[in-house]
């Protein structure tokens, strides 16, 4: 059997989704007050309505924790990643070291003074070349996360987040980070403000 909607039920639907939104908003303007003032001042009363707004339905927590997994699969990828270089690194350095000890010890001592400096030589070279690839994996780590944070901005943006799209300028990244963390502490508050009255 079909369900008409009746005119009470739709106005009870939009009191409750009215109150939610006053209850998120209060929330909101709570936390805004342990931010840095310089970041208070950023956050408008309109910005932190819109917040609330998009904050409604749940959605938008589910996300941010979505987000949040993801960033840290990524982070403990990367960390694992550059491990494994300083371990292959700390391999190399201990198997020259065995190699040129090997090498002076059978070496006859009117040829020692040649072929220390030649080994120096060598290990100069080596760490050169260790330095030059952990300098590469620092940049390419930086620029996955970098890439992750335009994610980011860009999937809170499409949800309709205030104050989130793509940006690299450090204050926007910081006014959103602050964003990020009072949605965040919503969430952790759980009960009837944090979750989806729905």
Same mark, same amino acid.
């Given at each position: 059997?079909?369900?008409?909607?009746?005119?009470?039920?739709?106005?009870?639907?939009? @009191?409750?989704?009215?109150?939610?939104?006053?209850?998120?908003? *209060? @929330?909101?303007?709570?936390?805004?007050?342990?931010?840095?003032?310089?970041?208070?001042?950023?956050?408008?009363?309109?910005?932190?309505?819109?917040?609330?707004?998009?904050?409604?339905?749940?959605?938008?927590?589910?996300?941010?924790?979505?987000?949040?997994?993801?960033?840290?699969?990524?982070? +403990? *990828?990367?960390?694992?990643?550059?491990?494994?270089?300083? %371990?292959?690194?700390?391999?190399?350095?201990?198997?020259?070291?065995?190699?040129?000890? #090997? @090498?002076?010890?059978?070496?006859?001592?009117? %040829?020692?003074?040649?072929?220390?400096?030649?080994?120096?030589? #060598?290990?100069? @070279?080596?760490?050169?070349? &260790?330095?030059?690839?952990?300098?590469?994996?620092?940049?390419? &780590?930086?620029?996955?996360?970098?890439?992750?944070?335009?994610?980011?901005? *860009?999937?809170?943006? +499409?949800?309709?987040?205030?104050?989130?799209?793509?940006?690299? %300028?450090?204050?926007?990244?910081?006014?959103?980070? %602050?964003?990020? #963390?009072? &949605?965040?502490?919503?969430?952790?508050?759980?009960?009837?403000?944090? +979750?989806?009255?729905?």
């Amino acid at each position: 059997m079909d369900r008409y909607a009746v005119p009470g039920d739709e106005a009870a639907d939009r @009191a409750r989704q009215q109150e939610r939104h006053y209850q998120l908003l *209060s @929330a909101l303007q709570s936390l805004v007050k342990e931010l840095p003032s310089s970041f208070q001042q950023r956050l408008s009363y309109t910005t932190l309505s819109d917040l609330a707004l998009a904050l409604l339905d749940g959605t938008v927590f589910e996300i941010v924790q979505g987000l949040l997994e993801i960033q840290h699969l990524t982070e +403990k *990828s990367l960390y694992n990643q550059r491990l494994r270089l300083q %371990n292959e690194h700390r391999v190399l350095r201990q198997a020259l070291r065995q190699k040129h000890l #090997e @090498a002076q010890q059978s070496c006859r001592p009117h %040829n020692l003074p040649v072929l220390q400096a030649a080994q120096q030589r #060598e290990l100069e @070279a080596m760490e050169h070349r &260790i330095r030059e690839e952990q300098q590469a994996m620092d940049r390419k &780590i930086v620029l996955e996360l970098d890439r992750k944070v335009a994610d980011q901005q *860009s999937t809170l943006e +499409k949800a309709g987040v205030a104050g989130f799209y793509v940006t690299t %300028n450090p204050q926007e990244l910081t006014l959103q980070m %602050n964003l990020l #963390e009072l &949605i965040r502490k919503l969430q952790q508050r759980g009960s009837q403000v944090g +979750k989806a009255a729905l």
